[in-house]
């Protein structure tokens, strides 16, 4: 498995100091919050990832250095959950990403007992879509 960033560190803490579910929740929103939101021409069929119940959009900025994705989704808990998927693959290249182990991160976070089964596979085809999007060539 791969190592945790600074980043991924500081939210198991975090989410490891709550006691209660409704703590885990506030933390979630929270996270999700922070999201940059998308602009609506990228809000595209084209960056609308397929497998995920609610609607997701994801980018690969290569702008930035490091590249960085963007995702978005109208559903808060999802942005959430999606923020603390980003917050774990941070600093991963293509082929780290693949070995992490997205039920087991959001176990260590204490989530995983309010994933259901296609919130989780909704979660691994972003994953799934991030590592493709690493694949492409730079236009």
């Known amino acids: 498995m791969s190592t ?13 100091n709550c006691a209660q579910w ?7 929103l929270h996270y999700g919050a922070q999201l940059n939101e998308l602009a609506e ?7 609308l990832i397929h497998g995920c119940e609610t609607r997701v959009w994801l980018i690969l900025d290569r702008q930035t250095q490091p590249w960085r994705f963007q995702v978005a989704s109208e559903a808060r808990l999802l942005r959430g959950l999606l923020a603390l998927l980003l917050v774990r693959i941070d600093g991963l290249n293509a ?7 997205l039920a ?7 989530l995983a007992r309010q994933l259901s089964p296609s919130r989780s596979n909704g979660l691994n085809a972003v994953l799934k879509a991030m590592h493709e999007l690493l694949q492409q060539p730079s236009a």
Request: hydrophobic fraction near 40%.
């Open 95 to 101: 082929e780290q990403m693949l070995s992490v182990d």
């Open 41 to 47: 021409e990228q809000r595209s069929a084209d960056n």
């Open 104 to 110: 087991e991160w959001f176990k260590q976070l204490g």
């Open 4 to 16: 945790l960033s600074s980043a991924a560190q500081q939210a198991l803490v975090e989410f490891q």
């Open 22 to 28: 409704e703590q885990r929740a506030r933390l979630v």
